[in-house]
Structure formats: structure tokens, C-alpha cells
């Protein structure tokens, strides 16, 4: 079984490499073309309670934004 302490987490389960600052405006980017304020809510909500799960499905948006340049739902 892993070690939890051996990993580079800090107290609010958020890699240290990775700031509340970062995802905050990985959310405004991605949802800033968005009409509705909806997905920006949700994804605020779930960096509160996930960071880690927050900033994965951020990456894979932003992923999948660059890759296929869509603008949004």
C-alpha cells in the first residue's frame, strides 16, 4: 500500500506543482466563451471539494480545445 505522506500533496489534497491560482484560471478560460455561468459554478464547486479531479478534467478540456479548437456547449 502507498505511503501518503511520501507524495508531493499538500494539506488540501493539491499538488504542490499545481496552484488554486492555476486552476482558478484554467476554470475562467474555459468558460469564459460560455453563455451560461453554469459550468464555470460547477467546476469552482468541484475545486473545492477535488482539486486533483478539478485540475484533470480542466487539463482534458483545454486538451480537447486546442486539439479540435471547439468553442464550447
Same mark, same amino acid.
Given at each position: 500500500?502507498? &505511503?501518503?505522506?511520501? %507524495? &508531493? !500533496?499538500?494539506? &488540501?489534497? $493539491? /499538488?504542490? =506543482?499545481? %496552484?488554486? !491560482?492555476?486552476?482558478?484560471?484554467?476554470?475562467?478560460?474555459? $468558460?469564459? %466563451?460560455? %453563455?451560461? /455561468?453554469? =459550468? &464555470? $459554478?460547477? !467546476?469552482?464547486?468541484?475545486?473545492?471539494?477535488?482539486?486533483?479531479?478539478?485540475?484533470?478534467?480542466?487539463?482534458?478540456?483545454?486538451?480537447?480545445? $486546442?486539439? =479540435?479548437?471547439?468553442?464550447?456547449?
Amino acid at each position: 500500500m502507498a &505511503n501518503l505522506g511520501d %507524495s &508531493n !500533496l499538500i494539506g &488540501n489534497n $493539491t /499538488p504542490d =506543482f499545481y %496552484s488554486d !491560482l492555476d486552476l482558478d484560471r484554467n476554470i475562467k478560460l474555459i $468558460t469564459k %466563451s460560455l %453563455s451560461r /455561468p453554469y =459550468f &464555470n $459554478t460547477a !467546476l469552482k464547486r468541484l475545486a473545492k471539494i477535488n482539486p486533483i479531479n478539478t485540475k484533470l478534467v480542466c487539463d482534458y478540456i483545454l486538451v480537447e480545445q $486546442t486539439e =479540435f479548437n471547439i468553442k464550447g456547449i
